[in-house]
């Protein structure tokens, strides 16, 4: 039984209200950091500089977030889409520039055939 001297427990915690010490949730801040550099640096990719080093980053806290993940953080898949976009964002500004670089090439291999034709007014 109880001890009717003993003074009463203390009422529970408004509705809405976090118990004290219950609750606390863990994060995984570099998954959603890595997730959104993944997605600028793929839509970037025209901006050669810029979506190289969010890519870079995307790589980096993507691994990072991986590791925790596997540590027990939570949000690994986060981390892993991160990671992916981060690479598919390096592939595509490589590509992009190599499509650059090729053009340019082609129309420097153009040019003094349509110099010479202009030149000559017989084309």
């Known amino acids: 039984m109880t001890d009717p001297l003993a003074p009463p427990p203390p009422p529970p915690p408004p509705v809405g209200m976090p118990r004290p010490g219950g609750n606390v949730t863990q994060t995984n801040g570099l998954a959603t950091a890595s997730l959104v550099l993944g997605i600028l640096s793929l839509v970037l990719f025209f901006t050669f500089v810029i979506a190289w080093v ?19 953080a939570p949000n690994r898949s986060m981390a892993v889409a991160g990671l992916v976009l981060g690479i598919a964002g390096l ?33």
């Not at 969010?54 to 027990?72: D, Y």
């Not at 291999?109 to 007014?121: D, E, K």
């Open 91 to 123: 592939v595509v500004g490589i590509l992009f520039i190599a499509l650059i670089t090729t053009s340019v090439h082609q129309v420097d291999h153009f040019g003094p055939s349509v110099q010479f034709c202009m030149n000559s007014r017989n084309c």
């Open 54 to 72: 969010l890519g870079i980053l995307a790589v980096i806290f993507g691994g990072i977030g991986v590791s925790r993940a596997n540590q027990g």
